[in-house]
């Protein structure tokens, strides 16, 4: 009978210890910033791994040459590059922490 209580005070403290991390990761991750690029480099999005765009960067000579609506679709290519990579890189760090566990994504 005390084997079982053991057991689950071990998996209770193996969750509050999860959850700790989980609390760090979450800190980490709306401070760790990624760089979304356009296909031609023009444009440059850096976003958070909370899913936070911080900056947007075009090149000059993007906005002196370039259409807007080519402008408008390289900021949303880059938009996109940088949340799937944010998105990444938060899949990988959640990974360390939960190793096997099926948790909901972020």
Known sequence: MFGKLGEMA????????????????????????????????????????????????IANDCLETADSSIVEGLVLEATNNALNIAKLTAQEKMTAITGDLKLPEM
């Open 10 to 57: 071990g998996m209770l403290k193996q969750a509050k210890d999860m959850q700790k991390n989980m609390e760090k990761l979450q800190d980490e991750l709306s401070s760790l910033e990624v760089v979304g690029k356009s296909y031609c480099g023009r444009v440059a999005v850096i976003a958070t791994c909370d899913l936070m765009i911080q900056r947007v960067s």
